[in-house]
């Protein structure tokens, strides 16, 4: 249990899981910043903000938590569904493990085991590509697993193998949903989140392949993606960023998921109206448009793109009662709610929307020296943001300003975080 060690070096970060938001994302950005500096955590009331029993570890958390303690070779305690408590004390950077499934913990990987997170893929005996999987029963959020993974892919050096100079790029192929109530979506993610990493952070293109959609509406249905992945090379620091001056509205991109042609027509004319109305020189793009498999799922998505590059999207799977609307009526509450809440976006002149706001908090805190994003006029933090925030403090020390400017770590790919903090390292 916490505390029980001889030395308080080891006694591991608490955090209280009722803080702010309460939710899945605080366990998923602390087991993000453990997993990359070997600092233990313990959590407790885990989504303790959630009713009732809906709280604690859901198997969509506990997919993540799995995955990183196999690849970082850590121990833990309370890692089952359900369970509002957990322990997680990660080994050493690129670790890997075997699961030792009698006792729910984890030990070191021993070189004569084949088992743990990577499958290596070789070429004429080199080494080019390292892939992993995670199943999921459910449609539990994909996109989600991916935020509590995508530090540690990018930043902790499990690419970079003895005697082989290059970065080895990794496949991540994740089961679960796709399209998912009050979650990301893959095409948020694709057209949001992973242009603005790599344009705006200089983080490699991450790539995706959608092999199945998975839905929580209408019939639940369990799909799979896959992300390659180049990590940073050994030794790297993520350079401090600034997001600045977003510049004027360029682009809208539309993407919609309906049962049937006419409704995604409908959706389109509606949209393409509206969008005109309120900026008659911006170009409209429909980058998808695809029949959503059931009556009961509508998807909307728009994304702004700036002169400067800058892209802010909103979203909604509709998932209210649609017993006694007709198919137009619900296209007009998804397009009227969607373009309601991007106008309110473009308003406030920030650079970042209010989804990628608490997703950009781990970059700040890992990047060098001070980043700064200019969240807009009269806006304060999301809750979720904030909650970020506070994490990264209590577990790595990089505090925010009023402001929302962090700085940084300067954490360099593949370091051992413990020695920087004077920590001797535990066999």
Known sequence: MPGQESSKSHIPVHLDGTTLEGGGQLLRLALSLSSLT??????????????????????????GVKWLANATAATTEGMEVKSRQLVFR??????????????????????????????????DGRLVRRQSYIPMSSPGSILLILQAILPYLLLSNCSNMDGQKTVVPLRVTIEGGTNVSSSPSIEYT????????????????????????GWSTGRSEVGSVTFDVE???????LPTFSFQDRGGLVKVHVSVLAPEATARRRIRDKVTAQLLAYNSEIEIMFPVDENSGSEKRFYLLLVAETSNG?????????????RGLSTDQVCEKLVSKVMK??????????????YMQDQIVVFQALAARKAEIDFGNDREATLHTKTARWVTDQVVGAGFD???????????????????????VQA
């Not at 955590?41 to 809906?54: F, L």
């Not at 800058?310 to 649609?322: I, Q, S, T, V």
Request: glycine residues 10%; positive net charge; contains cysteine.
């Open 402 to 424: 009023e402001l929302g400017r962090c700085q940084g770590l300067g954490y360099a790919v593949g370091e051992d975080f413990q020695k920087r903090r004077g920590v001797p």
């Open 190 to 213: 694709r057209q949001v989140l992973l242009p603005m990493l790599s344009q705006k952070l200089s983080v490699p293109l991450i790539t995706t392949m959608l092999h199945k959609r």
């Open 310 to 322: 800058y892209r802010l999207g909103r979203d909604w799977l509709f998932d209210e009662k649609a």
């Open 341 to 354: 809440d991007l106008k309110k976006e473009m308003k406030h002149g920030g650079c970042v929307d209010e």
């Open 90 to 123: 990660p080994s050493s950077i690129g670790a890997e493990t075997r699961v030792n499934r009698d006792q729910n913990q984890h030990a070191a990987r021993k070189e004569d085991e084949k088992e743990g997170v990577w499958e290596d893929i070789f070429d």
């Open 38 to 63: 070997q600092i233990p955590i313990y959590i407790t009331d885990i989504r303790g903000k959630r009713p009732g029993k809906v709280s604690g570890l859901k198997a969509s958390h506990l997919a």
């Open 231 to 237: 990590p940073l090379p050994s030794a790297s620091i």
